[in-house]
């Protein structure tokens, strides 16, 4: 069943006894998966979860804390499935001397923070710390990429690859999705990238049942969502966000 | 035992000296001093776990059905108003993915006291009583479960809270309130200030007394509403609750 098992095991059981005493499942986690994921945000944390999830109802039948055990908790399979990431050539232009550019969107999440970070710096938004900014990156359900690739004339496969947009949506992958950082260089704006962008993260999210999708639009990107099928405050509904007390 | 003082004390310096109105009436003078001194809007011992395996599915669906909650945005309702009962599968899915659960239990008494009519003959004879079941403390083995709420997070950056409830027979006493705090310490303790709560008109006097207010950087919130034009086989849908939602082509750009 679980050929992997073996591999992960260990990290397992290293959890397994800070799942007993802590009281939110997921503080055991980010820990362990800190120095894997700063430069990268991986997703290697998925498979964590998971097998956490079989283990805790293995202890709650051994120690009879039956309320909640009626329902089994959900198989590894279903949730294995899910998540296949995407990569596929968006557009190809070849320039006049000859260069071939790509652009290549991807939902597999492999992205660095610090090309993420000057990209960011491009559109001028404020800057953000980098390992918040990784750890948001690796706990997004989905995170979508879009890269330039230049391969110059004559070369097959040496192409220059650089981060051109991205998109992440959070979601509790049942019900409600939020879609946070959507971010196109300045110099690949007007092209319809963005729109590509939003529209593989909603036919994702849909394709998975999650029908609540939401965003927190700046009022110059308005239109552009409405045009994309989003409708501000529906039915009243608006955002409220948290103000710390003084 | 601690948290249940400290929730006492806050309740009673929010509500003290405001009496409901019913007992203005209907009460005698001295235990209308009673009354202010131990208000009737104060919430019953109450215990809170953040335990998401503390949160019985089927309890849960309950608890959404009474208060008439659904976890759709724009969920199918039937001719007297109802929604349709949540999917517990589903649930269950976004429960696992919700980085803070929140449950609040009672005890089961608590709860069956609301419906009793003689509101002032409880709060008269309960003097004594009252004290001695506050003693024995509400665990969420012993207690029903009559509160929830969850937000799902990056863990670094941003967090939305989803589906706060609170049975209705108990609102307006401080428990939701509760619930919000609950969840937005758990969040500050890992260093998110980011937290979103999408709510209806009828929610927002709700959040605002929570701490929330309109985003600082005057954001518009926006849903994905997009229904098909036509019900061609070309173009693809999902159901979301009641409405229909279009599932964009996949498309190349040309260029």
Redesign the interface.
């Known amino acids: 069943m679980f050929a992997h098992d073996v591999v992960v095991l260990p990290a397992v059981l290293k959890l397994y006894p800070s799942t007993v005493s802590l009281?939110?499942?997921?503080?055991a986690f980010?820990p362990l998966n800190f120095p894997f994921g700063l430069r990268r945000g991986s997703r290697n944390q998925k498979s964590y979860r998971l097998k956490a999830?079989f283990w805790?109802s293995i202890r709650?039948g051994i120690l009879k804390?039956n309320?909640?055990q009626?329902?089994e908790?959900?198989s590894t399979d279903e949730e294995e499935e899910e998540l296949l990431p995407e990569e596929f050539v968006?557009?190809?232009?070849t320039k006049p001397d000859g260069t071939v550019e790509q652009?290549m969107f991807s939902s597999g999440g492999d992205v660095d923070v610090y090309d993420l970070q000057a990209l960011c710096d491009k559109v001028g938004w404020p800057r953000?710390p980098l390992?918040?900014?990784?750890?948001?990156?690796?706990?997004?359900y989905i995170v979508a990429t879009l890269h330039s690739i230049s391969i110059p004339a004559g070369q097959e496969g040496n192409g220059q690859k650089k981060l051109i947009g991205m998109a992440?949506a959070?979601?509790?992958?049942?019900?409600?999705a939020?879609i946070?950082d959507v971010v196109v260089d300045p110099s690949y704006q007007g092209?319809?990238?963005g729109k590509?962008l939003i529209?593989?993260l909603?036919?994702a999210l849909?394709?998975r049942?999650i029908?609540?999708?939401?965003?927190?639009?700046?009022?110059q990107v308005?239109e552009f969502?409405?045009n994309?099928?989003?409708?501000?405050?529906?039915?009243?509904?608006?955002?409220?966000?948290?103000?710390?007390?003084h | 035992m601690a948290m249940k003082g400290r929730a006492m004390a806050a309740a009673a310096a929010v509500h003290g000296g405001y009496p409901p109105t019913k007992l203005h009436s209907s009460l005698p003078s001295p235990l209308r001093i009673a009354a202010r001194i131990k208000p009737n809007t104060a919430p019953p011992p109450i215990s809170i776990?953040?335990?998401?395996?503390?949160?019985?599915?089927?309890h849960l669906k309950e608890l959404y059905a009474i208060c008439n909650h659904s976890?759709?945005?724009?969920p199918n309702t039937d001719a007297a108003g109802r929604v349709e009962p949540v999917d517990?599968?589903?649930?269950?899915?976004?429960?696992?993915?919700?980085?803070?659960?929140v449950s609040a239990f009672t005890k089961p008494e608590f709860l069956t006291n609301q419906s009793s009519t003689g509101a002032e003959v409880t709060s008269f004879t309960g003097i004594g009583g009252y004290w001695i079941t506050k003693v024995a403390p509400v665990t969420?083995?012993n207690g029903t479960l009559i509160g929830f709420g969850?937000a799902?997070?990056?863990?670094?950056?941003?967090a939305?809270i989803?589906d706060v409830t609170v049975h209705p027979a108990l609102r307006r006493r401080g428990i939701g309130r509760m619930i919000v705090q609950r969840i937005?310490r758990?969040l500050?303790n890992?260093?998110i200030?980011?937290?979103?709560?999408?709510?209806?008109?009828d929610q927002?006097p709700f959040?605002?007394a929570c701490?929330?207010?309109?985003?600082?950087?005057?954001?518009?919130?926006?849903?994905?509403?997009?229904s098909p034009s036509s019900y061609s086989k070309d173009e693809e849908m999902?159901?979301?609750?009641g409405?229909l939602?279009?599932?964009?082509?996949?498309?190349?750009?040309?260029?």
């Open positions: 009281d939110c499942r997921f503080q980010s999830g805790e709650s804390n309320t909640a009626v329902i908790p959900p968006l557009a190809e232009r652009i953000r390992s918040k900014l990784a750890a948001a990156l690796r706990n997004s992440r959070t979601s509790d992958h049942a019900f409600n939020t946070w092209q319809g990238l590509a529209e593989k909603i036919r849909l394709q049942d029908g609540n999708i939401s965003l927190f639009a700046d009022s308005v969502y409405r994309l099928g989003f409708e501000p405050d529906p039915e009243g509904i608006k955002g409220m966000f948290w103000y710390p007390k | 776990s953040t335990n998401p395996a503390h949160a019985n599915l089927h976890c759709q945005r724009f517990v599968l589903k649930l269950r899915t976004a429960i696992a993915h919700s980085s803070v659960v969420p083995a969850r799902v997070s990056d863990l670094g950056l941003t939305s989803y937005v758990m500050t890992r260093d200030y980011d937290i979103a709560a999408l709510c209806s008109h927002r959040f605002k701490g929330f207010g309109d985003d600082t950087l005057g954001s518009t919130t926006m849903v994905y509403t997009r999902i159901s979301a609750g409405k939602l279009l599932v964009p082509s996949p498309r190349e750009l040309t260029k």
